[in-house]
């Protein structure tokens, strides 16, 4: 119980890259799996709460990134006496290479799972060389 209450508190980032929010709500580093694929690299974040309206995705320079908010609906009339779920906005920044082809990444998210595709420039996709025998 001890180390997952740690691991929850690397998750949770309130001063991400030393920015000062202007929002008062936590800041989780969402989770993120990255496949590199011969002509493409695919980045999938999970982000419970997030949807195509509350999502930002941007590209300066060489940073990317990706920032969803998180609206909390509270009932009416009701007020919250425990609870064990966390509820924030999630943050995650990435240094990109000149490899990836910046006018062809393309980002889509579904039930909170964002998916963005970094296609590879020709100078990086692998380029099979052709042998021949010398006569």
Known sequence: MLEKSKDIQKKQTGEIENVEHTRAARIYRPDVDIIEKNDS???????????????????EKD????YGRVDIDK????????GEYGTGDYQRTFIISNEINRD????????GVLQ????????????????????
């Open 63 to 66: 940073v990317l990134t990706i």
């Open 75 to 82: 009932p009416e009339n009701l007020e919250l006496i425990h």
């Open 41 to 59: 690299i695919l980045l999938i974040a999970d982000m419970p709460g997030v949807d195509e309206k509350t999502l930002d995705v941007t590209l």
């Open 104 to 111: 062809g990444i393309k980002a889509t998210v579904k039930n």
């Open 116 to 135: 963005l595709l970094l296609p590879k420039g020709e100078v990086a996709k692998t380029k099979k060389i052709p042998v021949q025998a010398e006569k």
